[in-house]
């Protein structure tokens, strides 16, 4: 097999895989739910069996900038690998190449390229979709006729989009339009791989210009780097083939820097893959810390106040939302204070799963001699099994009259 063949097929494997991924993670049921998917109706986002709710969203947050660090740092380190190789414009691109080849062929057949590139347009957006409407929802409605009018919306705009996109634009979109490539060039540095000429080896091409036929942004890559160039490696293998003619190894390459000089292990490699492991520590430890239970002290309605028999009572609303798909039993307990905590929520405050409840709670504290102003009480609530364990700081309110 040639090494053309080899590069190419990886690239279709890659693509492949891809694209099974990005069609397959909405079926995949996790805990009875779709793999990954927002949502819409409830707010919650469904992220490998687990649920995430409106107030869990800073854990997207930090998963996001992780996410977007391993990006620049992937950028950093192999460059534009994720357009070549991995990005959905690329992968539809390549899969769609009848609509290059119709041109020319007869009304008939570029009718019938633009045909086939609509349907999977449809495909793809409708993929799109079930990232939001489960397709074990989506796809029984539209047999049935009830899709409704919103999701029908979605599904033809996004598809006229795409269809657009995959049948006029094409790779044009990488090289001129794509706000992921234009910044990716801010970030290379001197070590990023990159594909040129080997500069050893320039004197040996023989100007068949082969690399810039196939080149699907239309660039010369012999010239030197270009911002348009996507990694794709087409002109590789075009050179490779070239050249083994002659018994020779092909004369373009993917290089760490120009000349293959730059160096893997350097200072910016580690600063953005120190941020990485950084943000990437971090969403760990929130999503093992997350408790499924949240708790907000809102303030009631009744102000504080001091009783005939001398006691402070300052009363809270606590508001309790169970995020689990399973019952929770809280103990309620506040922490003493200059050892004068008489009462506060004893019984133990039952949630059913996913739904969410509001309980008053009065403190009482026997008022001594010199107590003024206001001071910090810790209310905390343990679940029975002792897995759950939550703090929240209150203002407990002395009042200065009876
Ligand atoms: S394919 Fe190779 S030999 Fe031909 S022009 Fe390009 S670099 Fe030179
Ligand atoms: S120069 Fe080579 S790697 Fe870059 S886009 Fe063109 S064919 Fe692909």
Same mark, same amino acid.
């Given at each position: ?19 099974? @991924? ?286 005939? #028999? ?9 508001? @309790? ?13 506040? #922490? ?15 949630? #059913? ?39 929240? #700081? ?9």
């Amino acid at each position: 097999m040639s090494r053309r063949r080899t590069i190419r097929s990886l690239r279709q494997v890659a693509g492949a895989l891809q694209a099974v @991924v990005m069609v397959g993670l909405p079926f995949l049921k996790i805990n009875g739910e779709s793999a990954l998917r927002f949502d819409i109706p409830t707010l919650r986002l469904h992220v490998f069996g687990c649920t995430l709710w409106m107030q869990e969203f800073f854990l997207v947050l930090i998963a996001t900038i992780f996410l977007t660090l391993l990006a620049l740092f992937i950028t950093l380190v192999f460059g534009r690998i994720w357009c070549g190789w991995l990005c959905p414009q690329t992968v539809l691109t390549d899969l769609t190449p009848f609509v290059d080849r119709a041109g020319g062929k007869g009304p008939l057949l570029t009718a019938a390229a633009y045909a086939a590139t609509f349907l999977i347009s449809a495909v793809v957006a409708a993929s799109l979709i079930w990232y939001f409407v489960s397709p074990y929802e989506f796809l029984p409605a539209l047999s049935r006729g009830t899709l409704g009018t919103t999701t029908w919306g979605f599904w033809t705009v996004m598809t006229l989009g795409i269809f657009l996109n995959y049948a006029f634009l094409r790779h044009k979109w990488c090289a001129t339009a794509c706000p992921y490539a234009k910044l990716q060039s801010v970030l290379f540095d001197k070590s990023t791989l990159i594909i040129e000429l080997d500069p050893k080896r320039a004197a040996e091409c023989i100007d068949c210009r082969r690399c810039e036929k196939v080149c699907p942004t239309g660039i010369s890559i012999r010239r030197g780097m270009d911002a348009a160039c996507i990694n794709c490696a087409e002109c590789i293998d075009a050179c490779n083939a070239v050249m083994g003619r002659f018994n020779r190894k092909g004369l373009l390459r993917y290089a760490f820097g120009s000349g293959g000089e730059g160096k893997i292990l350097r200072q910016n490699f580690f600063v953005v893959g120190g941020f990485v492991l950084l943000f990437f520590g971090l969403s760990l430890y929130f999503t093992l810390a997350r408790t499924g239970v949240d708790v907000t002290v809102l303030p009631h309605t009744m102000g504080p106040r001091l009783t005939r #028999e001398g006691k402070i009572i300052n009363a809270y609303v606590l508001a @309790v939302k169970n995020m689990q798909d399973r019952p929770v039993e809280l103990k309620v307990t506040v #922490e003493k204070f200059d050892d004068s905590l008489v009462q506060s929520i004893t019984v133990p405050l039952r949630l #059913e799963a996913e739904k969410a409840d509001k309980v008053p709670l009065f403190v009482r504290v026997a008022k001594r001699a010199g107590m003024k102003g206001s001071r910090k009480i810790t209310i905390t609530l343990d679940d029975v099994s002792g897995k759950i364990h939550i703090a929240k #700081e209150a203002n407990f309110v002395i009042p200065d009259e009876l």
